[in-house]
Every structure is written in structure tokens, then in C-alpha cells.
């Protein structure tokens, strides 16, 4: 053993002297003491390898033999030193796979006992063996790192650019360690190469990492060294970029063009040429035709998903490359049954754009048809347009995706649900309504409401077969049924009265959520009806029992600047005051005074010169009714301006919210003061008899 120590640092002291002597003396006394390897300290083998590195050592035998003999003792070496060892193993570019494999086993044992530098030459090593890191020694190093910032600030770049090459590789992207880079990189991004450019940004893109001083400083980078960037980088950087939401669309467009010269080594660099220039709005149509150009020959290496979002995107842009365009037809008509339900929608659409009819037009609406089930509402939605301008016969395809979109046409978007898409879906229902059952009925009726498609046939349909059926619905789908009508703008007495007949039998079962819907719609609805009327009044007397008075914030809606002057001036005036609140019945209350135990006062303020339709001062005076029925007290004041609405205030509550204000203010002339109409009147006056002072509520109940 005394002589093998001593052959290590022999080795090591050459190291430091002439090559060239140094490796002529050593190389016999190597060649000898390689039996004796075995009996070797940990510190010694070491030297010995970080020696014979340094002397460029390429007999590939010693290093063979030395890397056995670790893999052998990698339980007794210290995980420091196997890390040494590994890093000259990498010095020497001597890649040892089994020794590698036994040290990253022993490293992920013990990670505490690595420094941050150590980790960082660990990585690098691992990398130039051509080894994969493991996810689990990427994140215990960051763990690690970390804990100590002011090592990783004084890290060489190219120690970091292993990290963050290694994350690459793996898949895995510490989100802390990324951040904690960002700042680190930023400062040095003017001096980087280009290769490292390109992957911080590919890294931190896929790490969803968005820092928007990194990107502004690697897209200054980038374009200055833009003449000399690598071709075979670009495409990976164009989709870095794109992930990280890059702006500079000229950067990217140069980026492109550059890339677009010569035809790409690897099918997925389109890809990510195409579709990260379209997710960053950077796709023209010129630029797709340069891309399409160079990328003829990729076509048939594409996978099935690559065909969709490269055909959906060049529709987008406007490409006018019709042999690329027909390639990537031919190639999507031998992958149907690979395509997922939305590739299939995403291909018949833009098949339609581009007329590829010939090549298209009767296996995608085929292969469609037989996994109609696989689909989603608005995958559908999409479909249905696609096949109507993709085959020259589609009706014999269109019946089976009207049919599986009756179903889903609650689930469908404004998006993807346009007037001819809404018309088809009617149509088929109209056909079918016979057929329907109560919760289909009620979810047509529903959605198209929703989506604010008034078809009056379909509704004329579903109102008849509603009315047939009526018994069979559920309390809810009533509900749900008679709101959808109204808010359709539909008053048909023949579905509504027989709703309102079939609540009212079931009133003593009644819940709140229906009864909600039942109460909204008859409030709204253009009905005189005796049964409406009891059914409301029904419905209040049943609330009051059970308790179903709370009031719950309403989303903001759209206020004219008169309502919001309004809204302002009244709540300073009484802070307690709840602003856009729904009843639990269902009336929206524009502002409501919680009054305890008492009824709760809803404030409704007009402008003088408010006109209403016949049909909203009906529902106006319904409404007002049902929540007096409901316990809540209406007061309903007209006023010229807020110097008119803060006078009335003060007439009516006594004083404002802030003491300090005069409770005597100068009278306004009678003539500049907003008359109040009788009923308004009376109500100011009972309001004023029964409040006493101190009644109203200074704390905040939003």
C-alpha cells in the first residue's frame, strides 16, 4: 500500500511540473502499481486521478481499471471523494457508466455531505459522462444551494449552466433554485455564450419560471449576438421565449427567418418554430410560407398531435404553402385513429380553411362519427363546423354530432357556439323534442338562454312538450325550465301557467334554490294570471316561515355614473349600507339598510326623468310587492341630483353618518327640491315614525 500512496503522489507532484517528463517517468510505475489499486486510500485515489488528468492520461486500460476498483470500494470512499473522482474522470473525458452509476447511488445515500460547489462539479461530471441526472440529486443540490446564497453568487457560469443544463435533462426544475439564479444570470447575461442563452431560455420557460428583468435581459442578449447564433439553438430558444410569454415579436420573427435558411436536422424543431411563433402572436402568413419551405421533408416524421397544432396554427396564420399544406393533409389522413377528439376538431377545421376536401373530406368526419362519444361539448361545436366545410356530403356525417351535442349543449361556450352551430342543434332538438326527457328539456332550454340564442321554435317546441311532461320534471327543472323562458324573453302562458299550477302543488316542499328561479322568473314574466300571483305570494309566506331571508353580495354590474354618484353619497351618509345584494328569493337589492331583527329597508334611487316600458314597471311593482311579502320595506325615491337625493336623506334618516357635519343645512328652494310621488310619501313617513334615533347602524356589515 506504502507504494501505491507513494506512486499517487508522484503523480501528483508530476502534475505540477512538465508534462511531457513527467508522463515519460510515471508511465512505468503506473503500469506496475495498477495490480495494487485495491489497497488504495480514498485521498489517495484521488490524487492519483485528479493527477493523471491533469496530465492528459489517455490510456483508456488505467482508467478502466482504476474505475473498477472505485465501483468496488464506493461503500468505504467518502462521498466527497467519489465526487473528486468522478470529476476527474470527466477532466480526463474517461466516461465510466457502472462507476458513475454506483457513485450517484452513494451521492443521493448521503447528500447533506456535499457542498454547493461540490454539487455543482457533481453535475458537470455527470453531464460530460452522458449521463441522465436524477431528479432526486437535482433537488436534494438545490436544497443545498439554497442554504448558502453567497456560494452559488461566486459559482463559476459554467457551474451554473450545469445545474441548469442537468434540470434540462432531467425534467425537473426547482422552482426556489431557479428563482434564486434569475438575479445571478441577469448580471451576467452580456458576457454569456450563445449555447447558455439558449438555455436559460429553454430552462426557465419550462420551469414556468417568469422573471421579467431575466427576459428583457437574455432578449437584448440574444439580439446582439444574433449574426452568430447557432441554427441548430434557435429552434429551442423560439420556444423558451414563446413559454415565457416574450413580446418582441421582431426578435422572434429574425429568430425564425434565420432558422428558415437551411432544411432542420430534427422534425421537432418545427414545431417549435411554428407553434411557439404562434402562441407568441409572431406568425405571419410570409414567414409560415418560409418555414413551410424549408420543413417539406419533416412531414412524414411528424406524430399525430404535431400534425394537428402545425395545421391548426398555419391556419391561424394565413399559410399559403399548398404543398406543404397537402403533405401535412396526406400524412393526417394515415393517422386518424391516432388523432385525440380535440386533434380531430383542430384538423377538420383547418382542413376546411386550407380545402383539403379531397384529401380530408371523408376519413377525419369518419373517424369522428365512430368516436363521437370521446368528444367534449365544444370539441363537438368545433367538429360540427368542420365537417359542414370540410366534406362535400356532410350530411351524412352531421345527424350523429348534432345528436351527441344535444347533450353537451350546457357545457357549450359563446365561443364555439355561433348562430349556425346553435340553429343546427335547434333544428335537431325541435326534431327529437318528442323524444326529449325532462332534464334534457330543461338544459336545452337552459343553455340557450344562458347563451342568449333565442329560438323561438325550439322554444315553442320545448314549451310544449314542457307542459305535456310537466309532472315528471323535478321541482329544480321546473325552476330552471321557467326562469330560462323568461330570461329568453319568452312569455308563452302554455309552458309558464303550467309551471306555476305544478309549484304551486308541490309549495309545501318547496327549497330555496327552485323556488329562487321560480320567484325571478314570474317577477319578470309578461303574465296576469291569477296562479302566478298566488304562487308568489306562496312562495314568500313559505320564505318567511322557513327562514330563507339572508343576503348574500351580488357580482358588480354595470352602473350608470348617476347610480355610482348615488351609491357613493349614500353610503357615506349611512356607512351600514349593503350595496348590490341578492335577496335569497332571488330580487337584486340596490341598497339595503340591515335593520336587525326589524325588516331590512331596500333604497332604490331613480333619476327623475326615468321612463320605463310597460313591461318593467310591471315587473317593478311585482318585485316590490314580493319582498313586502318577504318582510323587506321598499323605499323608492326619484331626485333630480345629489344635492336633491342628499336633502331626502336628511328628511328621512334625520343626520348623517359624520357628526361633525351641520344636521341643519340651508333649505333648498322648494322649486329645485324632486317631488316625491305619494306612494313614496307615505312610505318616508312610516319609515320616519318608525326609526328611532340611533336606530340606524354605524358599523360595516360588508
Not at 119 to 130: D, H, Q, T
Not at 439 to 457: G, I, K, R
Not at 534 to 560: D, N, V
Request: proline fraction near 5%.
Amino acid at each position: 500500500m506504502a507504494r501505491c500512496a507513494q506512486v499517487a503522489k508522484l503523480a501528483k507532484l508530476a502534475a505540477t511540473g512538465p508534462a511531457a517528463p513527467g508522463h515519460a517517468a510515471l508511465q512505468p510505475s503506473i503500469q506496475q502499481c495498477l495490480g495494487r489499486l485495491p489497497q488504495l486510500q480514498g485521498s489517495d485515489v484521488v490524487d492519483l486521478t485528479r493527477s493523471l488528468a491533469r496530465l492528459r492520461w489517455r490510456d483508456e486500460a488505467t482508467w478502466k481499471e482504476i474505475g473498477s476498483t472505485v465501483t468496488q470500494k464506493v461503500e468505504e470512499m467518502k462521498v466527497g471523494e467519489l465526487v473528486e473522482v468522478a470529476g476527474a474522470f470527466s477532466v480526463a473525458s474517461q466516461p465510466d457508466a457502472e462507476m458513475l452509476t454506483a457513485v450517484m447511488g452513494r451521492v443521493k445515500a448521503d447528500p447533506a455531505s456535499l457542498t454547493c460547489w461540490s454539487w455543482a462539479g457533481f453535475f458537470l461530471s455527470v453531464l460530460r459522462a452522458g449521463a441522465k441526472p436524477d431528479p432526486k440529486l437535482l433537488k436534494a443540490a438545490a436544497d443545498v444551494m439554497l442554504t448558502d446564497l453567497g456560494s452559488v453568487e461566486r459559482l463559476k457560469t459554467s457551474y451554473i449552466m450545469g445545474f441548469v443544463d442537468a434540470s434540462l435533462k432531467a425534467g425537473f426544475f426547482h422552482e426556489g433554485m431557479f428563482c434564486l439564479l434569475s438575479p445571478v444570470l441577469v448580471e451576467r447575461m452580456e458576457v454569456m455564450n450563445n449555447l447558455d442563452l439558449s438555455r436559460v431560455a429553454l430552462a426557465w420557460g419550462q420551469a414556468s419560471c417568469k422573471d421579467d428583468a431575466l427576459l428583457k435581459s437574455l432578449c437584448k442578449a440574444i439580439r446582439g449576438n444574433l449574426a452568430s447564433f447557432p441554427r441548430n439553438r434557435i429552434s429551442y430558444t423560439i420556444h423558451g421565449l414563446s413559454l415565457l410569454d416574450c413580446k418582441d415579436e421582431q426578435l422572434l420573427m429574425e429568430l425564425a427567418s434565420a432558422w428558415a435558411t437551411t432544411p432542420p436536422a430534427r422534425s421537432i424543431e418545427v414545431l417549435h418554430v411554428i407553434f411557439g411563433l404562434a402562441r407568441s402572436g409572431a406568425l405571419n402568413s410570409s414567414l409560415c410560407d418560409q418555414i413551410a419551405a424549408c420543413s417539406l421533408q419533416c412531414v412524414p416524421h411528424f406524430n399525430a398531435r404535431s400534425i394537428a397544432r402545425i395545421l391548426w396554427a398555419c391556419s391561424q396564420s394565413g399559410c399559403t404553402h399548398v404543398e406543404f399544406l397537402e403533405s401535412l393533409g396526406k400524412a393526417a389522413s394515415q393517422k386518424t385513429t391516432e388523432f385525440s377528439a380535440k386533434d380531430l376538431a383542430e384538423v377538420s377545421l383547418a382542413g376546411a380553411k386550407f380545402s383539403l376536401a379531397p384529401i380530408l373530406g371523408s376519413c377525419i368526419p369518419e373517424a369522428a362519427v365512430e368516436r363521437v362519444s370521446d368528444f367534449k361539448g365544444s370539441e363537438l361545436a368545433l367538429m360540427m363546423h368542420g365537417v359542414s366545410g370540410l366534406s362535400n356530403n356532410p350530411g351524412e356525417y352531421l345527424p350523429a354530432l348534432e345528436l351527441a351535442t344535444l347533450r353537451h349543449v350546457p357545457t357549450l361556450t359563446a365561443r364555439a357556439s355561433d348562430r349556425s352551430l346553435m340553429d343546427a342543434v335547434a333544428s335537431r332538438a325541435i326534431e327529437m323534442v318528442d323524444g326529449l326527457d325532462p332534464p334534457t328539456a330543461s338544459s336545452v332550454a337552459w343553455a340557450y338562454s344562458e347563451l342568449q340564442f333565442t329560438h323561438v321554435d325550439l322554444f315553442k317546441a320545448l314549451g310544449l312538450r314542457c307542459a305535456a311532461t310537466v309532472s315528471s320534471f323535478t321541482t329544480s327543472h321546473l325552476g330552471y325550465t321557467a326562469f330560462a323562458f323568461v330570461r329568453a324573453g319568452i312569455h308563452d302562458d302554455v309552458p309558464l301557467i303550467s309551471i306555476a299550477k305544478e309549484a304551486l302543488r308541490r309549495l309545501q316542499k318547496m327549497q330555496p334554490v327552485p323556488g329562487s328561479l321560480f320567484a325571478r322568473a314570474f317577477i319578470r314574466a309578461d303574465l296576469e294570471s291569477p296562479k302566478v300571483n298566488i304562487l308568489l305570494e306562496g312562495l314568500a309566506s313559505i320564505a318567511r316561515e322557513k327562514g330563507w331571508t339572508h343576503l348574500s353580495p351580488k357580482p358588480q354590474f354595470e352602473q350608470t355614473d348617476f347610480q355610482k354618484q348615488c351609491a357613493e353619497r349614500i353610503q357615506d351618509f349611512l356607512p351600514s349600507i349593503l350595496v348590490n345584494q341578492r335577496h335569497e328569493m332571488g330580487p337584486l337589492l340596490s341598497l339595503v339598510l340591515p335593520q336587525g331583527d326589524e325588516p331590512h329597508l331596500n333604497l332604490e334611487v331613480d333619476p327623475l326623468d326615468l321612463q320605463l316600458s310597460r313591461l318593467d314597471r310591471a315587473a317593478r311593482t311585482r318585485r316590490d310587492q314580493f319582498l313586502e311579502d318577504l318582510g323587506v320595506q321598499v323605499l323608492r325615491l326619484k331626485v333630480r341630483d345629489q344635492d336633491d337625493l342628499r336633502y331626502h336623506l336628511l328628511q328621512i334618516f334625520g343626520h348623517p353618518a359624520d357628526p361633525s357635519v351641520d344636521d341643519s343645512p340651508e333649505e333648498l328652494p322648494a322649486s329645485e327640491v324632486g317631488p316625491l310621488d305619494e306612494e313614496a310619501v307615505a312610505m318616508c313617513g312610516h319609515v320616519w315614525n318608525e326609526m328611532e334615533p340611533g336606530r340606524v347602524q354605524h358599523e360595516s356589515l360588508l
